[in-house]
């Protein structure tokens, strides 16, 4: 108290007209902005954004750089090791690899991404419907999804792979058919948590129509949820590809996807010379897997930031005990 | 509770009715004859056996044999492999990939619920960390892949347990292993995220100001609200790891069904596949519904009606 | 001098997060007797529930830390300092010398236990009881709290009971080791009014009966007002007026009291008036301010208030307020612009006689 | 903090996969240092191999084993020898039933048959049978070679052939006048007329048509469902994984033949696990290797046999497509014109490096020209096809140059000015990796010499793909033929006119419109097969066949590239294991395992 006395005190009032309220106080926080930043200061986000990026960039530049056609053989440079020409090696009929593992990547990262948000919106729409509408219509749509659940997806996926023949299209009708019931249910839960909640009360009675609330006032509620599963639905939709290509129903040839190269790579895993064909396809699908997968992690972590803090303490606290017990000794 | 039984029993019913109805006709608009496989010139000889399995008979009168035969719960014999009965072939393999199933759950639902349950405690620890770096390399890799390094490394190179085959449990340890990674990753992951999440529930704050101790507030109150969830989702993964994965069983022959399941589709063995079907979607429907009675007792939350 | 239990001196706590330290409770002294009811009043985020939770210790430390100060309880045998406890020896206390109700009963009962167990495992956690015992006990504590059929009650699941009866159910479940001191979140702020004036009386009887001392927070002034015999206000972290519920509520000195006390309906006002409120927001407590937190949003804002902290200016006995309004150089007179006006909670008053 | 702890993970992905490499290193050790032994594996002299080794496994010499584990790559589809489509069968009933006559390295011997009698005019077949029996205990009667000989070995294109056979066929026969038992021990058979592929050593199973009327659908399901009269009775066999199988007492000749009491076939699909178990000891030997895991086992332990398949590609000329309902439908004038085009045909033929090919997707396989198995005997000592060369064929190595001068010529006569404006081509496969890469390199390489960019693949599951095939749904093929050495005429009557693979979707037959032709119609080449079924003079006949090989081969409607093989390998003690049959089976009779 006596220190402060020293100094000199300026009794003056302050006008209050001059002074603004809310200029000291916390600046009114938007969310989006403030979960992109958190995003972006996660440095592993970062990481794994750089790596997606960079495979989709490769996926589209590389084959187009390279001096060799993905699908033209090369008999007389058959199972080469990787070197500065091929820097992923060649295949048993001589086909660069490098281009070969970019093309694949080309046909896995579309089929990731429409093969994930495809079955996701349609079955947004329907769960969307079924959750609005309610009573019989819901009824219908739910028991129509638990029985489609039921029936094996290779139906479908031979089905639709017979008719469509094997291309990426193809691939991505047979998920959307076979993978739109989870998110139907998913967004058919969110719609009746959200139904009920004051806002859409209140802009239903405003007098807008069930459609635009769901996409106007549910929709950015759950945006974030959204976008998590979305991610996580990426490595899903490359996962299945490639399983579907280890049974023989994959994305037809000369076309190629990684899960088609990491198959036909395992046959040849046990031999010293062809190890190559298999293992790079099998780093850039983990990769490329592994890229998704942690960035739905990130940001799940940078939309509910509490957890993330909860881990940041739990270590603090354990370093704070370290340290403690190394000053006792 | 038992109108409730009956309710549910009635609508399984319909259910299964439903798929097989489905399945019937879908796996008809596949193209292609079933008998043409070995010897693609021989069109007489599979004109007959198609005659002799009543194929070339109006679709609706097939429907209602299949029907028939299904109300006796006889699903016929296998096309592609003659003298194989569906009921014999599921009586038969169906306890293989239980065992499988049930081996790799009895391993991978709780070591996964442990290591949430631990990682969630210690979070951020060496042990958090690895856990989830188990978590995101079983995730990252292919399963047909992670199975090939596993062979190669167990059975080749350590020799400690067959690489393939069926005999005796050292038979099991590597493809429970396969199987049982995706659900120590799964489980670890869901009760990890669950434990955070009932950890910032209110309920925790009043345990502890009654004074409890740690561990009874984490086993009593914050494990057991955790656990409830992951109940949701396990009908479906107990119905799903009980047909078998066929790249499981194709890389370490293993006999079990989810071979024959993949198989008996692509051979258009109709009958094989049809009775695969109706059976798991009974496995299914009874998975759901034994997880919607359990859940029923064990949350009291959730009214049965 | 009455029997002190608590006496709170410079508390700080704040809270570690990845993105900065926020400085929950900034400086807090204070003191509790026995059977006196002390009410912290405030805006939501001012630091009330935090000071609160850590007299018991129960906030996750971290990210809660303890920057500095003392919590001295002493009560019988018991003469311990608080912050200094670890998280171990803290739990023989809780439940037994403290306990605590929270506002939102619903969140704050196990969902999946049945409400009697939920009782009785304090009582087996603090007393030499068998668990038949504690049953017995845990269904008296029921009666007690009012509640009709405690027997069935004892064996129902939260989500069966009103919100009303889910408070009773913490009230009992609070008062089972006969604590001496009871903690009190905002118990009544997620209730109706009916019910929320039951469950004050409920306080109030059981309070005289044990010779309970309670800390209540709360933002709503009815309720300080037939409750408490103290009261804090707390803004911004630090507690800027304390006196008896007379002092704050017929001579309150400090311009945010004013303003609390100012934005309470008044029956008799003109309708067509507006409530009066107190502009702008509470401070960022990532970043408190130089000068007095409340500084941004004082009509009497003078050029000290937004550089340097006041100080506490003793009003008279049990009586202060941190403002520099009261500082002897301050030449600026301010009339206080409630205080004048008692019927606030005379109304309120009349109330309880009616419930 | 928390990132740095992660991005080790990323590390530890990469350092197992990288461990694995190091694995992939020190196992391909294993089967280089038993290369000495291996070589001698399939001789007698196994023992001289042992000698140089340490004294401590001299232990191998000094008993036998009476087990044998075999790793089959490919499992039997049913016991039901009635209704079985797949020669993958046959090694099952060569271990679970008696034959007339039984395959012992690589020659047919007689088994139940006790004498064999040919009548004057080369018609009548007479065969007297040991006295033999189930392991039920029921005696093996002339009627159940009947029996099943009338159910299953009559076939569609063999049944013309047999007395009463031509006209009552269809698809499964009730009786047949000229197949008959005489009495329990006498079974006859009576042919139309002499044919040259037909020498009467029957390798047909016998089955009781009680026991099997008996049993109904489920015969042959379990191995309880069976009567077995071979030299093994299967205990168990548990699908997609193992076939356990001891020596049958009853077998007629015992004594003599299987010295192995124990034979135990496991099951594997996939070929790194094939690997990892011969490697890890669990397996004696390996009947059948996948060709991208076969210099893993080291090429030089393992030997190659002959599959009995070839590989072509095949012209649909025709110019139509059947379906379902509409018949018979154009595949458009373009098309139909180009394929009919000889020149564009031999343009893509010659445009093939078959050598390399081959060597690069399948070593087993041998590129060929030739229509007929490579080891099949001539008139003399030099092999048939060494003996009868057919000339002016595409060399195995390919000859760009004369490919793209075909190609001219063919665009000259279509009146193209470049190959850009021709129509697209479809090419249709199986979906099975070594056809799909195959494929995959025949139209780059046409892409690349030919600059032909207007084939595509149509890549189909192996059910829908040959039903597209039936169907005629092609322009090209790669088409898979059996091979029979026993029957090598069988091969060019398929390419008759009316034959099964020139026309196979019964355009001759199924009332096709007027103007369509079958693939290959050509009335002299159906005559000289035809003569070729009733030429009993060995030089003429071979002539002759060479002659038709010919004339099929310069049609350039069905291009030869490989005959198939495969690679069986087994562990040094084990003695005689051969591939007596083209067909990829193995021999057991003579084999013998040492202690181990």
Not at chain 3, 225 to 251: H, K, P, T, W
Not at chain 4, 374 to 402: C, H, M, N, Q, R
Not at chain 4, 413 to 418: C, H
Request: hydrophobic fraction near 45%; charged fraction near 20%; glycine fraction near 8%.
């Amino acid at each position: 108290m006596d220190t402060q006395k020293k100094i000199t005190l300026d009794f003056t009032p302050v006008d209050p007209g001059l002074k603004d309220a809310d200029q000291i106080v916390r600046p009114s926080v938007r969310y989006w902005p403030e979960v992109w930043k958190r995003l972006f200061q996660n440095k592993l986000a970062d990481v794994c954004l750089g790596i997606i990026l960079l495979m989709i960039l490769l996926a589209i530049f590389a084959p187009m750089v390279s001096s060799y056609q993905y699908d033209a053989t090369d008999l007389l440079h058959t199972n080469g090791k990787p070197c500065l020409e091929h820097l992923f090696g060649t295949d048993t009929t001589g086909r660069d690899m490098w281009t070969r593992v970019w093309v694949g990547a080309r046909a896995s990262l579309l089929i990731g991404f429409l093969g994930a948000l495809t079955p996701f919106v349609i079955g947004a729409v329907i769960g969307a419907i079924s959750g609005w509408c309610g009573g019989w219509v819901d009824m219908v749509i739910m028991r129509i999804c638990d029985i489609m659940l039921c029936i094996p997806s290779m139906i479908y996926m031979i089905l639709i792979l017979m008719v469509m023949g094997g291309s990426v299209q193809a691939m991505v009708v047979a998920m959307a058919i076979s993978n739109w019931m989870g998110s139907a249910r998913n967004f058919r839960g969110r719609i009746l948590q959200f139904k009920n909640r004051e806002f859409t009360l209140a802009a239903r009675l405003q007098g807008a129509g069930g459609l635009r609330i769901v996409f106007r006032h549910i929709l950015p509620n759950i945006l974030g949820n959204i976008a998590v599963s979305l991610c996580g639905s990426v490595p899903g939709a490359i996962f299945m590809e490639a399983g579907m290509s280890y049974i023989g129903l994959g994305v037809t040839p000369p076309r190629t996807s990684l899960g088609q190269l990491s198959t036909s790579g395992i046959g040849s895993f046990l031999l010293p010379s062809q190890f190559h064909l298999f293992l790079y396809p099998a780093i850039v699908i983990s990769m490329m897997i592994f890229a998704f997968f942690m960035f739905g992690n990130c940001l799940r972590d940078a939309l509910d930031p509490r957890l993330r803090d909860e881990e940041y303490n739990a270590r603090r606290m354990r370093k704070l005990r370290r340290q403690m017990r190394k000053a006792v000794q | 509770m038992a109108k409730y039984i009956c309710k549910r029993l009635l609508i399984s019913l319909a259910t299964i009715w439903l798929i097989a109805t489905a399945c019937f006709f879908l796996i008809r608009l596949l193209p292609g004859n079933p008998f043409l496989v070995a010897n693609p010139l021989d069109m007489t000889n599979a004109e007959r056996l198609m005659d002799y399995y009543g194929l070339n008979d109006p679709l609706w009168e097939q429907y209602l044999r299949f029907l028939g035969n299904l109300a006796h719960l006889d699903f016929g014999y296998s096309l592609a492999h003659a003298g194989r009965s569906v009921n014999e072939v599921i009586a038969l393999y169906f306890p293989v990939t239980a065992q499988l199933a049930i081996q790799a759950m009895l391993f991978g639902i709780p070591t996964g619920i442990l290591l949430g349950i631990l990682s969630s405690y210690r979070r951020g620890s060496g042990l958090d960390v690895s856990a989830q770096m188990l978590t995101i390399l079983t995730t990252a890799i292919p399963s047909y892949v992670l199975a090939a390094i596993f062979q190669l490394l167990f059975s080749v190179t350590l020799g400690w347990f067959p690489a393939g085959g069926w005999a005796s449990m050292k038979y099991t340890v590597l493809p429970t292993l396969c199987l049982s990674l995706g659900l120590v990753a799964g489980y670890c992951r869901s009760m990890r995220t669950l434990m955070l999440e009932v950890g910032q529930q209110d309920y925790l704050r009043t345990a502890k100001a009654k004074g409890l101790s740690d561990l009874r507030i984490i086993f009593f109150h914050q494990i057991r609200n955790a656990l409830l969830p992951l109940l949701t989702n396990m009908g479906l993964e107990i119905a799903g790891l009980l047909m078998g994965s066929y790249v499981i069983e194709r890389i370490f022959s293993v006999p079990g069904l989810g071979k024959y399941f993949v198989t008996s589709i692509n051979e258009l063995d109709y009958t094989m596949a049809l009775g695969l079907v109706v059976f798991q979607a009974c496995v299914v429907v009874a998975a759901n519904f034994l997880v919607d009675l359990l859940y029923g007792v064990v949350d009291p939350r959730v009214k049965l009606d | 001098m009455a029997d002190r239990l608590i006496t709170v001196k410079d508390l700080k706590v704040s809270f570690m997060t990845a993105s900065g330290e926020i400085q929950a409770v900034r400086g807090v002294d204070f003191h509790l007797d026995r059977g006196e009811t002390l009410a912290i009043v405030g805006e939501s985020g001012c630091g009330k529930s935090v000071t609160v939770q850590t007299l018991m210790r129960l906030l996750q430390e971290p990210p809660a830390v303890i920057k500095s100060g003392s919590i001295r309880y002493t009560n019988g045998d018991i003469d311990m300092d608080i912050a200094a406890r670890t998280d171990k020896q803290m739990r023989a206390y809780r439940g037994k010398e403290f306990s605590m109700i929270f506002q939102d009963a619903m969140t704050s009962l196990n969902p999946t236990t049945r409400v009697g167990r939920q009782i009785a495992e304090g009582i087996l956690r603090h007393q030499d009881m068998s668990a038949g015992e504690a049953k017995e006990r845990a269904v008296e504590l029921l009666a007690r709290t009012g509640l009709p059929a405690p027997e069935t009650v004892y064996k129902r699941y939260p989500h069966t009971l009103s919100g009303g009866q889910r408070q009773r159910v913490m009230i009992a479940m609070a008062l089972s080791c006969n604590p001496a001191v009871l903690f009190a979140d905002e118990p009544t702020t997620a209730l109706d009014v009916t019910i929320q004036a039951q469950i004050l009386n409920l306080m109030n009887d059981i309070k005289r009966q044990r010779n309970m001392s309670i800390i209540f927070i709360t933002h709503n002034l009815g309720v300080v007002a037939r409750m408490a015999d103290r009261v804090a206000v707390m803004y911004a972290g630090q507690i800027v007026e304390a006196g008896s519920l007379r002092d704050i509520f017929y001579g309150p000195r400090h311009p945010y009291t004013w303003g609390l006390l100012g934005s309470v309906p008044d029956l008799r006002m003109n309708l067509s008036a507006r409530l009066a409120s107190i502009p702008g927001t509470p401070p960022d407590l990532f970043s408190p301010p130089a000068g007095c937190p409340f500084a941004a949003r004082c009509a009497h804002c003078m050029k000290v208030c937004m550089e340097v902290v006041p100080g506490e200016y003793a009003v008279s006995e049990g009586h202060m307020a941190r403002c520099w309004l009261l500082d002897a150089e301050c030449e600026t007179e301010v009339i206080p612009p409630v205080g004048r006006d008692k019927t606030v909670f005379k109304t309120e008053r009349k109330e309880e006689v009616h419930g | 903090m928390k990132k740095m702890k992660r991005l080790p993970a990323l590390f530890l992905c990469l350092a197992v996969l990288m461990a694995t490499a190091a694995c992939g290193t020190t196992t391909d050790v294993r089967p280089d240092a038993s290369e000495n032994a291996g070589e001698t594996g399939g001789a007698a002299g196994t023992t001289a191999a042992a000698g140089e080794s340490t004294p401590a496994e001299s232990k191998g010499e000094t008993g036998t084993s009476d087990t044998i584990n075999l790793m089959i790559s490919a499992e039997p589809v049913t016991l039901n020898v009635l209704e079985s489509q797949s020669n993958l069968d046959e090694y099952v009933f060569y271990l679970t039933s008696a034959m007339l006559y039984r395959s012992v390295d690589t020659e047919l011997v007689p088994e139940l048959c006790d004498t064999m009698e040919v009548s004057e005019d080369g018609t009548t077949y007479t065969y007297t049978l040991k006295e033999a029996k189930y392991s039920d205990g029921t005696a093996v009667t002339a009627a159940d070679f009947v029996y099943y000989m009338v159910k299953r070995y009559l076939t569609s294109e063999n049944c013309s052939r047999f007395v009463g056979g031509a006209d009552t066929y269809n698809g499964g026969l009730e009786t047949c006048e000229g197949i008959y038992a005489e009495d329990d021990r006498t079974f006859v058979v009576k042919l139309v007329e002499p044919i040259t592929t037909f020498d009467g050593k029957l390798e047909i199973y016998p089955v009781n048509q009680a026991y099997v009327e008996g049993k109904g659908d489920s015969y042959g399901g379990t191995p309880a469902d069976l009567q077995y009269s071979g030299p093994y009775i299967l205990d168990d066999w548990t699908v997609g994984t193992s076939l356990t199988l001891h020596k049958n007492p009853d077998y007629i000749s015992a004594a003599e033949l299987f010295p192995l009491e124990h034979v135990n076939l496991y099951y594997s699909g996939d070929a790194s696990s094939l690997y990892s178990r011969y490697a890890g000891g669990d397996v004696d030997a390996v009947v059948s290797i996948n060709d991208t895991v076969v210099e893993a086992f080291g090429v030089d332990n393992c030997y190659r046999y002959s599959s009995g398949n070839m590989y072509g590609i095949e012209f649909n000329t025709t110019g139509f497509t059947y379906t379902e309902g509409d018949g018979f439908v154009s595949r458009g004038e373009e098309v139909t014109a180009l394929m009919q085009n000889e020149n564009f045909r031999k343009a893509l033929c010659f445009a093939l490096d078959r050598e390399a090919i081959c060597g690069a997707i399948s070593p087993s396989a041998l590129p060929t020209n030739r229509y007929v198995d490579s080891g099949i005997k001539g008139t003399g000592e030099t092999p048939y096809v060494e003996e009868f060369a057919l000339t002016d064929v595409a060399p195995l190595s390919g000859d760009a140059e004369a490919a793209k001068e075909y190609l001219a010529k063919a665009l000259e006569e279509l009146g193209y000015g470049d190959v850009s404006e021709l129509p697209a081509i479809r090419f249709l496969t199986f979906e099975n990796i070594q056809q799909k890469t195959m494929a995959e390199t025949f139209v780059s390489q046409w892409k690349e010499i030919l600059g032909i960019e207007n084939i595509e693949i149509n890549l189909q599951p192996i059910q829908s793909a040959i039903m597209s095939m039936v169907y005629m749904d092609y322009d090209l093929y790669l088409q898979q033929l059996e091979l029979n050495p026993d029957n090598m005429v069988d091969m060019l009557a398929y390419w008759e006119t009316a034959g099964t693979v020139s026309d196979p979707a019964g355009f001759q037959a199924g009332g096709a419109p007027a103007q369509v032709a079958s693939m290959h119609a050509d009335a002299e080449f159906d005559a000289l097969v035809e003569s070729i079924y009733r030429n009993f003079d060995d030089a003429s006949r071979l002539a002759d066949m060479a002659k038709a090989e010919q004339m099929l081969y310069s049609a350039y409607v069905y291009f030869p590239i490989q005959a198939g093989g495969g690679y069986a390998i087994t562990q040094d003690y084990v003695h005689d294991f051969v591939n007596p049959h083209v067909e990829g089976g193995y021999g057991l009779a003579h084999t013998t395992v040492d202690a181990h």
